[in-house]
């Protein structure tokens, strides 16, 4: 079996004196698209933030446990720019740049690596194509970003993040805000990219993670503090819950 690509180990962050998750244990795997689903305030996104070092003392937030990427621990080995490279956040509302499409394409790229004007048109294709925006905005790729829909903005947003090669994908509730067709593309994408990524999404929507996951995590803050009460295989968590708080939560929907 392929080692873990992120083994996140009993994760504790807190604020001050107060726990936001305790205990939280899993595994990425190469291929695979795990969703984490929970009610809103169980620290869902602040999993994804602390896997990519946001989660930090200017956030108010303290972190223990271990995150451990290709093996290293990541709040001690790993230089916090190429973790971002590595392990690349999508989050619930896109953040778009002053400028043109190609500019926003090209945004994280440019600090790592020199390109032609070639490779980058080469580029900006294959991730925009990645991303499902492509068709809809190749002939307007100077024009500015701000001009998209909220739906085109996110792909471009995803687009941005796939530019610089990640390993790991994270997604914070990328299709919250978003018109159907937008969604069905963000789903089509993110199924092409398993065979290259690992793919963390947090999902308000059970029937999308139905739909899309392989694995599922399901999370609740009954006790105060985020905590994960069940994970596995999709077709477990959506078909046969063994937690009566997951029952509740994905069967009486
Ligand atoms: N920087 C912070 N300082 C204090 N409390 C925070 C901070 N970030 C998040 N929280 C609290 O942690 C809890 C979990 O938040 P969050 O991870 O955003 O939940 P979810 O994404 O599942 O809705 C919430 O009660 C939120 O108010
Ligand atoms: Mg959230």
Redesign the pocket.
């Known amino acids: 079996m392929t080692p873990p690509v992120l083994q996140v180990q009993q994760l504790h962050v807190t604020?001050?004196d107060?726990s936001?998750?305790r205990d939280v244990t899993f595994d990425l795997s190469r291929g695979e698209l795990t969703t984490i689903i929970?009610?809103?305030?169980?620290?869902?996104?602040?999993?994804l933030?602390a896997i990519n070092r946001l989660?930090d003392k200017e956030?108010?937030?303290q972190v223990s446990g271990s995150i451990r990427y290709k093996g290293c621990d990541v709040f001690r080995c790993c230089p916090v720019n190429e973790l971002r490279r590595d392990i690349s956040l999508v989050f619930q509302k896109p953040c778009i740049f002053p400028g043109s499409i190609r500019r926003n394409v090209l945004f994280g790229v440019r600090h790592h690596q020199p390109m032609s004007r070639t490779r980058q048109n080469d580029l900006i294709e294959k991730v925009l194509r990645q991303a499902h925006l492509f068709k809809e905005v190749k002939d307007r790729l100077n024009k500015p970003a701000h001009l998209l829909s909220i739906g085109q903005k996110q792909r471009l947003a995803f687009a941005r993040s796939l530019a610089v090669n990640p390993a790991v994908i994270l997604l914070?509730e990328p299709t919250s805000s978003l018109d159907p067709h937008s969604t069905i593309e963000i789903e089509k994408a993110l199924r092409e990219l398993k065979s290259t990524c690992s793919i963390l999404l947090?999902t308000h929507s059970l029937e999308q993670g139905r739909r899309i996951s392989d694995r599922v995590i399901f999370?609740s803050?009954s006790q105060g503090f985020?905590t994960i009460v069940e994970q596995g295989a999709v077709e477990q968590i959506f078909e046969n819950p063994q937690h009566p708080d997951t029952q509740q939560y994905v069967l009486n929907r």
Do not use: C
């Not at 169980?42 to 999993?47: A, F, L, R």
């Open positions: 604020a001050g107060q936001i998750v929970g009610p809103s305030g169980s620290g869902k996104s602040t999993i933030r989660a956030s108010g937030l914070d947090v999370m803050n985020g």
